[in-house]
Structures are given as C-alpha cells and as structure tokens.
C-alpha cells in the first residue's frame, strides 16, 4: 500500500474543489442569469451536448435535471449529425457543454 496522509490528500483536493468554486462565483455575470430564466421558461426539453469529457458532464447534467424535475436529454453531437435532431422540438432549449469552446 502506498504511504499517503488520506486526510492531508483529501484536504487538498477540497482546497482545490474550493478555489474552483470561489473563481465561477467570481466569473457569474448576467448570461447565468439568462440561462437560468431560459431554462425555467423552457417549455419542451433541456437538450444537453458535449463531446469528450464535456459530454460526460453534459450526461451527468441532464442526469440531474431530470432527477430534479426538469425534462432533460442528453443528445450527442456525433448522433445529432447522423439522424438524432429528430428529438429536438421548437419547445426545447439546446445547452452545449464545452471546455474550450472551440469544438466545431
């Protein structure tokens, strides 16, 4: 077994975990605000996408949304391409998740 303090590893990814959540409150401007007062007026679906690691947080999302009673749908760009957008109505809201904002 490897020699680590767990408490001291554990303390810091918290820090970690901390210092990224005090940076995005720092980063809210009025586009959350938006976003949010979208997706509460959103008639239809969330319609979440992402690629890469982005589309696993983009599942875990729409996950949650749905767990917590927001009708929410995890649509991959790939499938989007080849035939899916058939699920997405003019009620739906489409949120795409990305790291870099740079994927095509």
């Known amino acids: 077994m490897v020699d ?36 509460l007026a959103c ?22 949304m749905s767990s917590l009673g927001t009708p929410a749908y995890f649509l991959h760009p790939a499938e989007g391409a080849h035939g899916d957008l058939g699920v997405i109505t003019k009620d739906d809201i489409i949120l795409a998740v990305s790291y870099s904002g740079e994927t095509d």
């Open 4 to 39: 680590i303090d767990i408490l001291e590893e554990a303390r810091k990814v918290f820090a970690i975990e901390i210092e990224s959540l005090l940076k995005v409150k720092d980063e809210l401007d009025e586009n959350f605000t938006v976003l949010v007062k979208e997706i």
């Open 43 to 64: 008639q239809g679906r969330v319609i979440l996408t992402g690629m890469g690691k982005s589309g696993h947080i983009a599942k875990k999302i729409a996950a949650t």
